[in-house]
């Protein structure tokens, strides 16, 4: 049943996300204009559709004539990479690698082969995902509607001599994930714009596709923003790019930006956690739920941390 249930679940994470970050919205038009909830309800929904188009009618064109040129001269640059390769095979014969490299440049085109294919049933994908996002915002609509609804349907549950607990149970809930959820999504525009400039005034190529990658991988705490910095070093490997040293400069220099100024501001107590428990919760959460369990990952080990800290403050603790 969990199975079959596990879609509905992921369009439910995902909806109560996005109310999350929709919802201070909505409180703010109701005390400032004093507007009836279902007013300020359509009117922040509506803001929210307007912003989806116009970041649709913005990104989608520029990242589809990167992409699409980035997919002309991928051979390119994988005959650039192989070059690179037979070098680094020749600077590393004495430590018995060369073999495994052999063996990689020998699979490399089954591999792009198979590359091809993913990219093939993920563009099929889209079409579920297009239906997946029409059911999102139903969803984000209601949910918003009935937020305070829900949280007050939830207390109701819990017997009365506890619910000042629950009470306070929820306010750790709101304040790790609403926190972490807008405070990610401002370091990661600040991230990819910044990504994206940088690389542009270099003459870095797809400078606005590595930035929106950057941008998008900065979601992950620690993890994320290597892995986004490394299909822009393979490209560099190219003699019309900027070197690789300067690229991983960029990156570098980005993500200090990012820690010292950007994470401690923005996110606030959510990064009081250890940056060992950051990086386990995010493994764990990909193994159990992929890129949306990584997302979530730290905000749910704030909780954690919120009710332990909670419990510590209980009679039974203390006796």
Not at 143 to 157: E, K, P, T, W
Request: glycine share 8%.
């Amino acid at each position: 049943m969990l199975q079959r249930l596990s879609w509905l679940v992921g369009l439910l994470l995902v909806s109560t996300l996005i109310v999350y970050i929709l919802h201070p919205l909505l409180v703010f038009f109701k005390n400032r204009f004093r507007l009836k909830h279902g007013l300020a309800t359509g009117l922040v929904f509506i803001i929210f559709l307007l912003f989806c188009i116009l970041v649709v009618s913005l990104i989608v064109p520029v990242v589809y004539n990167e992409s699409v040129e980035l997919v002309d001269t991928f051979p390119h640059y994988i005959i650039r990479l192989q070059f690179f390769l037979s070098w680094l095979t020749q600077q590393t014969v004495n430590l018995d690698i060369e073999d495994e490299v052999r063996g990689f440049l020998l699979n490399l085109s089954d591999n792009l082969h198979q590359a091809v294919e993913y990219i093939a049933e993920a563009s099929i994908s889209l079409i579920g995902g297009a239906v997946d996002f029409f059911l999102v915002l139903f969803l984000v609509f209601y949910l918003l509607y009935d937020f305070q609804a829900v949280r007050g349907s939830i207390i109701a549950l819990v017997p009365k001599s506890k619910r000042l607990l629950a009470e306070e149970v929820l306010i750790i809930i709101d304040s790790n994930v609403g926190t972490f959820i807008r405070g990610s999504l401002l370091r990661c525009l600040i991230v990819g714009i910044v990504t994206g400039i940088v690389l542009s005034v270099v003459g870095m190529p797809y400078a606005f596709l590595l930035g929106l990658l950057a941008g998008i991988f900065n979601f992950i705490l620690y993890l994320g923003p290597y892995i986004a910095a490394v299909p822009a070093v393979l490209l560099s490997l190219s003699p019309l790019t900027p070197s690789p040293l300067l690229v991983i400069v960029i990156y570098v220099a980005v993500q200090i930006l990012d820690g010292m100024f950007l994470a401690p501001v923005l996110l606030g107590k959510v990064l009081k956690l250890k940056p060992i428990t950051i990086i386990a919760s995010i493994l764990a959460g990909g193994s159990l739920a992929g890129i949306l369990g990584m997302v979530l990952a730290v905000p749910f080990a704030g909780i954690a941390k919120g009710i332990l800290e909670l419990i510590k403050q209980g009679q039974a603790y203390q006796d």
